[in-house]
């Protein structure tokens, strides 16, 4: 059994001073004796963060799933009036954004957050203020799209003025003379705060994975998660600036009068598809990657055997991120290519099966003569890889051009990537909150119901999805607002919409299960699940520096190494160093400068324009973008003169075991 330093410290004492007002508390320099509200938006703990990321993305995943819902209700019965045709639109519009980017992105990051510096020994993340940038300018560009529903819609029809352009804005349904509202507008100014966002969270942990790691920590030595963080943080890198050039674009067509996608003056509308989908498919995996990292940590413990082929594993998943950068066009099969653009992304098609293939079988032989244990993160995670199958196989039959141009557009299309993205990424995603809560809060997650929530959450997605290849296969189109019982399909569509349904009563029961857990839960040991990997030496949550003294890593199980393995690899440690532990200050300006991006966004949306709020109304240029723009310029200025600031631990004792 090896030993662990403690997690006991005493804390420098602050300095006599004078007790501040609550006003002066959103202008000082917070520290770390700040609680509340003023630790939470200035807080540069990336655990906080993390779960400031869980909490968000949780709220709009339920929001997202209303949204389906009513669109599922509508499509319940032929003729149905529930929701008018504009507001359908504006539903799947939403319903499609939100899942994508505020809800299944965000989860993904938050798990990065929070495991991935505990998993390579590190205190926090390379850049800890820039982690508090990115989590605010994804929350303001979160709110910022959802604004579009307060507004009133120029035409009187829908709900508000939210985007009704599907979430993909296809070119020439994004132009002025289709959609004249201002909808649009929020879709892309929000979407590029989102970007922002996620491009500063990638590089920051990029340069922590590569240059933070613990001494031992080889790169093969890392665990699968944090090399699916890698991966997928350099996905998004390259992938984003293509979305970034083609919503630039429209926004220049929009608010200043260019022609980029209007064919009577010239644009071309299909370059938005080849732009948009650049990155929309390494999206899918930057989607994915992150779950098959969670479930590629989940299946070995629980079935008490190492992973096998972690190097396949690792090398599938690079190779899987490469060649989804070859593949965007079969998006576009049907939009007159050619014959040799067609065949050449057919083929490439077909070819990121193999490392998909690769990952499976992995997980097969890890199970395989394993003695698994049917607790519920198992569960998810066996949920996920059976789902994820039967979506890719329906994916394979889409790289057959033939085929794929009887399926475009049809409901077949939407049954296979709700099975890819939805049976994958959510089962794998609620697989890792229940595997990692005790990580997270100190709690437990009941495991009773946690199985109810297994079951209910399995059946309600079949059902609401499965039917959806037969209502493809008749003919039934994407994005059809209504139909006629002459045509079939009510039958399908009912139990869809029950399946539906089901499937979101389930999910909201464990999102009150998640939060009850957090603050009212039965409080678990330290390593409840026997589990494998770095995370799980350091306390149920863990402090704030994480590690007292940085750990030297010898192979790559190692806290089962530490456990049921030979003496000579057990885990050492790093000498306590004479000044203890530092620890940086919170700072409010990545909170400010967020909030200069927002303001920034909101006036260009209104440049030259009238606003009405509650019914006044306000002429103005562009005074509102420059003072967004000054708010921004002066936060980071400040951030640069701030300096690190920070506090000591001292260790009270020198170390303590670790518990088996």
């Keep these: 059994m090896a030993t662990n330093p403690t997690e006991s410290f005493i804390l420098d004492k602050p300095p006599e001073t004078k007790s501040p007002s609550k006003l002066s508390a959103w202008f000082r320099r917070p520290t770390q004796h700040d609680k509340g509200l003023v630790d939470l938006l200035t807080t540069i703990d990336h655990k906080k963060i993390g779960m400031m990321y869980g909490f968000f993305a949780l709220t709009f995943l339920m929001i997202g799933g209303l949204e389906a819902l009513f669109i599922r209700v509508q499509l319940m019965y032929p003729e149905n009036n529930f929701i008018d045709a504009r507001t359908y639109n504006q539903m799947f519009t939403m319903h499609g954004t939100t899942m994508v980017f505020l809800a299944i992105m965000p989860l993904s990051a938050a798990f990065f957050n929070f495991i991935m510096p505990l998993q390579i020994g590190a205190r926090d993340v390379a850049f800890p203020r820039m982690n508090t940038f990115s989590l605010w300018a994804f929350v303001f560009g979160a709110i910022f799209i959802n604004l579009s529903w307060l507004f009133p819609s120029v035409d009187g029809a829908g709900v508000g003025s939210a985007p009704a352009i599907g979430w993909f804005g296809y070119a020439p349904l994004t132009s002025k003379s289709y959609d004249a509202g201002l909808g649009t507008d929020f879709w892309i100014m929000g979407l590029q705060i989102l970007g922002l966002a996620s491009l500063l969270a990638s590089f920051n942990f990029i340069t922590t994975i590569l240059n933070m790691r613990a001494p031992g920590l080889k790169m093969m030595r890392l665990p699968v998660f944090t090399w699916m963080t890698l991966i997928t943080s350099f996905l998004i890198i390259m992938a984003f600036p293509a979305i970034t050039v083609a919503l630039v674009q429209l926004m220049f067509d929009r608010q200043f009068g260019t022609h980029f996608f209007e064919v009577e003056a010239g644009g071309k509308p299909i370059l938005w598809q080849h732009l948009f989908w650049i990155f929309g498919h390494p999206e899918v995996y930057i989607l994915i990657l992150p779950v098959m990292g969670i479930v590629s940590e989940i299946l070995p413990v629980f079935s008490r055997k190492p992973l096998f082929g972690y190097g396949l594993i690792v090398f599938s998943g690079a190779i899987i991120g490469f060649l989804g950068f070859s593949v965007w066009s079969h998006h576009m099969f049907t939009t007159g290519m050619g014959v040799i653009a067609t ?12 490392p998909t293939g690769v990952k499976i079988f992995n997980w097969i032989g890890t199970i395989w003569g394993g003695r698994v244990k049917f607790s519920t993160p198992m569960l998810f995670s066996i949920g996920f ?5 039967l979506g890719g196989f329906t994916g394979i039959m889409h790289s057959s051009v033939p085929v794929d141009a ?5 409901y077949f299309v939407i049954a296979h990537f709700h099975y890819v993205l939805i049976g994958g990424n959510i089962f794998g995603i609620l697989g890792g909150i229940y595997y990692w809560m005790p990580k997270f809060s100190g709690r437990q997650m009941n495991e ?17 999805f499965f039917p959806m290849h037969y209502l493809g296969m008749t003919g039934m189109p994407r994005r059809t607002h209504t139909y006629k019982s002459e045509m079939g399909w009510d039958h399908w569509n009912f139990w869809s919409s029950v399946g539906a349904l089901t499937l979101g009563a389930f999910l909201f029961i464990f999102f009150l299960q998640t939060l009850y857990t957090f603050f009212k839960g039965k409080r678990c040991k330290e390593d409840p699940w026997d589990s494998r990997t770095l995370e799980w030496a350091t306390a149920n949550p863990p402090k704030s520096y994480n590690f007292a003294r940085t750990p030297i890593i010898k192979v790559r199980d190692q806290i089962w190494e530490n456990k049921h393995g030979a003496k000579e690899n057990s885990m050492d440690f790093e000498p306590a160093e004479s000044h203890g532990v530092h620890m940086p200050d919170n700072s409010w300006w990545p909170f400010y400068c967020s909030v200069g991006i927002f303001i920034a966004a909101l006036g260009m949306i209104f440049n030259r324009s009238e606003i009405t709020v509650f019914g006044s109304t306000f002429d103005h240029g562009f005074e509102i973008p420059i003072l967004g723009g000054v708010i921004l310029l002066f936060s980071i200025i400040k951030w640069a003169l701030e300096g690190p600031g920070g506090y000591h631990l001292h260790p009270e004792e020198d170390q303590t075991k670790i518990s088996n």
């Design 385 to 389: 890889i059976s789902l994820f199958m």
């Design 343 to 354: 065949s050449a992304f057919s083929i490439m098609t077909m070819l990121i099966a193999i």
């Design 406 to 410: 009887q399926q475009q557009d049809s």
């Design 448 to 464: 009773t119901l946690g199985k109810v929530i297994w079951l209910g959450v399995f059946v309600g997605f079949n059902l609401a």
